[in-house]
């Protein structure tokens, strides 16, 4: 497929009624990974489903953890909207299970947490590298 190739767009464009449901979230170890993020996000891990092993978000979404083991896993970026009061809970169990965490997404600053766009935020690796991100306000987008 080329580059410039032009798709042909709805009449109007519109986001209403289309959501995330799942994607799947590639581990060496699904159980280690699922309960790694469920301890940190203080969720719970679901029932496995086939492969994969589901942990619920709060907007419906579902991360199913699923063991990738013919390569190396490939470090994605999933992000957390958290409300204010179960930040602070985040970094205590962060800390309590000695993982580093830091303000920025290129790791330069352990132990501190950022304020953007008014609220917090952190960011830590999951046991597979992939770059985990927990904040009380989402990025203010143009
Ligand atoms: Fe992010």
């Given at each position: 497929m080329s580059t410039d190739?032009?798709?042909p767009l709805a009449?109007?464009?519109?986001a209403a009624?289309?959501?995330l449901n799942h994607t799947a979230v590639y581990a060496s170890d699904r159980h280690l990974s699922a309960e790694f993020l469920a301890a940190?996000?203080?969720?719970r891990v679901g029932a496995p489903f086939g492969p994969f092993l589901p942990?619920?978000?709060g907007n419906g979404v579902t991360l199913d953890f699923y063991e990738k083991s013919d390569e190396p896993i490939q470090s994605q970026h999933y992000a957390f909207l958290v409300p204010?009061?179960?930040f602070d809970p985040v970094v205590a169990r962060l800390e309590a299970l000695g993982v580093t965490y830091y303000a920025d997404p290129a790791h330069t600053e352990p132990g501190r947490i950022n304020r953007l766009f008014?609220?917090?935020g952190v960011y830590f690796?999951?046991?597979d590298g992939h770059n985990m991100e927990v904040m009380t306000r989402p990025y203010a987008r143009p």
């Open positions: 190739q032009q798709y009449s109007e464009p519109s009624g289309v959501q940190v996000l203080g969720l942990v619920d978000l204010e009061e179960r008014g609220g917090r690796d999951d046991p």
